[in-house]
């Protein structure tokens, strides 16, 4: 037998932020960059005679090691990975809330210029804010669900996107084939994100992922066999 699936992600809807409560300034300081090494000038680039810049949230643990980062907005994505591969080398000094280290994210700008390359740190929290961005995706497996030969449908699965970038109380809104349901519970549970960042501070982030799904399962015919 063999199985032939289709899952096309339609779409995600920011729902709404969980987790998060006002901090008094006075209780809190954020990171603070020690060690910010710029990239590269991408060659290509640089001979095209192309400028731009990266704006990068990055995500500062308690040691002062980058935990992450992402593109919040850039003129040309082919200086992103150049900009995030940098970032995960820089140090800082964590962020404090009350005295103890905390992570907390901050928000890096790469400028490329005239052929050289630096990197600015914004001291504004609000410049820090970034919807969950996915990161690693798993399919759903129908081959052991209860289904018909050839099933097509649609369904929405809710879940939580923690401040560690994983997936929580992930459950089926709706579907148009219920079987469909289990296994795409299962694959959204699986994934991993780059958390929801909120003036920042990581945050739990609630979405809805709608998708579609047209599963064909054909079957091999099987040889006639020949007497002798």
């Known amino acids: 037998m063999r199985l032939k699936f289709i899952v096309t992600m339609v779409a995600v ?8 409560t006002e901090e008094s300034s006075e209780s809190q300081a954020p990171p603070v960059p020690i060690e910010t090494q710029p990239p590269q000038y991408p060659a290509e680039l640089l001979a095209e005679g192309v400028e731009g810049y990266v704006r990068l949230v990055v995500i500062v643990g308690v040691s002062g090691k980058v935990w992450g980062s992402q593109v919040a907005s850039s003129t040309d994505n082919r200086f992103d990975q150049w900009s995030m591969d940098a970032a995960d080398q820089w140090r800082f000094k964590p962020a404090l809330l009350g005295g103890v280290p905390v992570k907390r994210a901050c928000c890096m700008h790469v400028e490329f210029q005239k052929g050289k390359v630096s990197v600015r740190y914004d001291a504004d929290p609000a410049q820090a804010s970034i919807p969950p961005r996915l990161l690693q995706k798993v399919e759903p497996d129908y081959r052991n669900a209860f289904i018909f030969r050839k099933t ?10 923690d401040t560690e970038g994983n997936v929580r109380g992930a459950h089926l809104v709706q579907s148009t084939h219920r079987a469909l349901g289990g296994p795409a519970v299962e694959a959204v549970s699986q994934w ?13 982030v609630r979405l809805a992922q709608d998708m579609s799904a047209t599963i064909d399962f054909k079957r091999k015919k099987k040889e006639k066999s020949t007497s002798n």
């Open 192 to 204: 991993k994100f780059f958390p929801g960042v909120k003036d920042g501070v990581p945050v739990n």
């Open 13 to 20: 809807a920011f729902i709404c932020c969980d987790g998060w």
């Open 152 to 161: 097509s449908g649609k369904l929405s699965v809710q879940f939580i996107v």
